[in-house]
């Protein structure tokens, strides 16, 4: 890879906002936002929702996706900007999250309307022939081995539970990716803390996530995993408790940019997107030949119940704030 490209597998950084490439998925995918804000966007307006869907659709552009006979899964997609947009460049989108579930997550992130008027969610062109809602769990995703060309999942698996249930959900996404397919995956990146984020939402560390991703699956990163991330990037980060503050506000856009980095207490963390490359063998040889599932890293902490109990009252919260900014024409 040129020592200038922008890799497939790295953290959300403030630079990476400037890539041409990247920068023009933003502009494209969040275009309502472009018109708001002008013609700079997203200059000044760097938000890692942006980042992780762009890179996504970058990463499935670069490996041969957009095709017509393509089908692309998305696992707790909720009703994210990426499922649309990619209506426009496959021949099915499947979408598949909770949706039928009441609970303190769906009233903003995967409500029971999405199954029955998806098109309520988006105001922009797209092609509802080929969007196919499910109500479906992550850990036991619906599929004969080997039924999608593409999947994808973005700030959700860090929601499915323990380590050993987001591995279960990353195995399952490993079984329904045909040979040679394409995975494109953000979650959270624990730049700093002593536990694996927040007890319902996990942030992991470097060991962590190839853990969580690498270790017994036969298929490997698009580039070299880069955890490295800039200074600025670090400068930034938003206190947790001041992003609660904006959505109890409910105003429409973060009261600071750029909002990359996010801090509470002693933890600290970002997003990270991995793209993965199925190699050639079949879901049947892999659980005939592999390893059987991932421990966690020695020495990696769950998070502390003391921490959880004060983190279960802010986990709908933050799925709000992260899925509600990141919606094109504020859908």
């Known amino acids: 890879m040129p020592r200038n490209e922008l890799g497939h597998c790295k953290l959300c950084d403030l630079p990476d906002f400037q890539y041409p490439e990247l920068r023009e998925l933003i502009r494209d995918v969040y275009s309502s936002d472009l018109e708001r804000f002008g013609p700079d966007f997203p200059t000044g307006r760097e938000y890692r929702k942006y980042w992780e869907v762009s890179m996504t659709l970058r990463a499935f552009e670069r490996f041969g996706v957009f095709r017509e006979d393509a089908r692309v899964l998305g696992v707790g997609a909720g009703h994210e900007a990426t499922l649309y947009w990619l209506t426009r460049k496959v021949g099915k ?3 598949t999250d909770l949706y039928e579930t009441e609970d303190s997550w769906s009233e903003s992130d995967s409500g029971s309307e999405m199954l029955t008027d998806p098109g309520r969610y988006w105001d922009a062109p797209w092609n509802p ?3 196919e809602v499910r109500h479906m769990s992550g850990l036991d995703l619906q599929f004969e081995d080997e039924s999608f060309d593409a999947i994808f999942s973005s700030s959700s698996i860090e929601h499915f539970g323990d380590f050993a249930e987001v591995r279960q959900s990353v195995e399952e996404m490993f079984r329904v990716l045909r040979p040679g397919g394409v995975a494109a995956l953000a979650t959270e990146f624990r730049l700093e803390g002593s536990t694996m984020g927040l007890k319902g939402a996990l942030a992991f560390d470097e060991a962590e996530l190839r853990a969580l991703l690498l270790d017994g699956l036969w298929w490997d990163p698009a580039t070299p995993i880069d955890t490295s991330i800039s200074d600025a990037a ?3 980060a938003v206190p947790f408790e001041e992003a609660l503050a904006d ?3 409910g105003v429409s856009e973060w009261s600071r940019y750029p909002h990359l980095v996010l801090r509470h207490g002693d933890l600290m963390w970002t997003s990270v997107h991995v793209a993965l490359i199925k190699s050639g063998s079949t879901a049947a040889r892999w659980r005939a030949r592999a390893p059987k599932g991932a421990r ?5 902490r769950m998070p502390r119940p ?3 109990q004060r983190a279960e009252r802010w986990l709908a919260p933050l799925a ?4 509600r900014f990141g919606r094109l024409n504020g859908a």
Do not use: C, E, F, Y
């Not at 709000?320 to 899925?323: A, G, I, N, Q």
């Open 234 to 236: 670090i400068a930034s």
């Open 247 to 249: 959505n109890a506000r």
């Open 306 to 308: 003391t921490v959880g």
């Open 296 to 300: 966690r890293p020695k020495g990696s």
């Open 93 to 95: 989108v499947v979408a």
């Open 320 to 323: 709000r704030l992260k899925r």
């Open 129 to 131: 022939d080929r969007l």
